[in-house]
C-alpha cells in the first residue's frame, strides 16, 4: 500500500482528494492535514510515502512544508497540487524538493498515477509548465520575498520589523529592492506583481 497524507485548508477539497485516491486498491490516505504545521506533524508521525499539499495554507505554505519535509530527511515524497498554473511556483517547488506539480483541473485518474509514479522515485510535472518556469527567473531573495509578501498582507514595516527580529531600516531596505527589482511603484504593487508570476 502507498500511504499518502494530504495537506489542504478547504475542508470540501481535502474530502474530495481523499475519497477519490481511496477508491485505489493500492492506496491508503493515513491522515488529513488542514494547515502546514498539521501535516508536517503528520509527516513526522505517520511518516507515509508521500504527501500531497496545497499551496496557499494557513501557518505554512505548501513550498515551506516541502521544503520543512526535506529538512527533516522524511522518507516523504511531496506532490503539489494546485490551482496556481505559474511557472514561478513550480520552480519553487522544485527547488524546495517536491517530485510532483499538478493543477487541481487535472483529470482525477492523474492524481493516482501521480502518488504511484513519485512513490516509485519518478517526477510528475505540467509539460507546459516545466517549459515557463525556466523563461523568467525568480530575481527575489528570500528574505525580501518573506517581508514583501508581509507586506502585501497590510503589515506595517514596524510590525514586519517585531515579527522578524530586524530594525524597521532594515526592513524598508529589503521592500526597496523587491520594489526596485520587479519595477514596481510602491509596495503594494510590487507584491502584486510578485504574486502574478508565482514568486511570493
Not at 23 to 40: C, F, K, M, S, Y
Not at 76 to 85: E, H, K, N, P, Y
Not at 105 to 112: R, T
Not at 115 to 132: N, S
Amino acid at each position: 500500500m502507498i500511504r499518502v497524507v494530504i495537506a489542504e485548508d478547504q475542508a470540501m477539497v481535502l474530502g474530495a482528494l481523499a475519497a477519490l485516491l481511496e477508491i485505489e486498491g493500492d492506496i491508503e490516505v493515513v491522515g488529513r492535514a488542514h494547515d502546514g504545521d498539521e501535516a508536517l506533524a503528520l509527516c513526522n508521525d505517520k511518516k507515509p510515502d508521500v504527501l500531497l499539499t496545497d499551496i496557499e495554507m494557513p501557518k505554512m505554505t505548501g513550498l515551506e512544508l516541502a521544503a520543512a519535509v526535506r529538512r527533516a530527511q522524511l522518507p516523504t515524497r511531496v506532490i503539489i497540487l494546485t490551482t496556481f498554473a505559474r511557472g514561478g511556483y513550480l520552480r519553487r517547488a522544485l527547488e524546495s524538493g517536491a517530485s510532483g506539480y499538478l493543477l487541481k483541473d487535472s483529470p482525477a485518474e492523474q492524481l493516482a498515477n501521480a502518488v504511484r509514479r513519485v512513490k516509485q522515485g519518478g517526477r510528475v510535472i505540467d509539460p507546459e509548465l516545466a517549459a515557463e518556469a525556466w523563461s523568467e527567473p525568480d530575481p527575489l531573495t528570500d528574505r525580501e520575498r518573506q517581508v514583501l509578501r508581509m507586506a502585501g498582507e497590510g503589515q506595517s514595516s514596524a510590525d514586519i520589523a517585531a515579527t522578524l527580529n530586524l530594525s524597521e531600516g532594515t526592513v524598508r531596505n529589503y521592500l526597496s529592492e523587491a520594489i526596485n527589482k520587479l519595477g514596481a511603484g510602491n509596495r503594494v504593487e510590487a507584491a502584486r506583481i510578485a504574486r502574478e508570476k508565482g514568486w511570493l
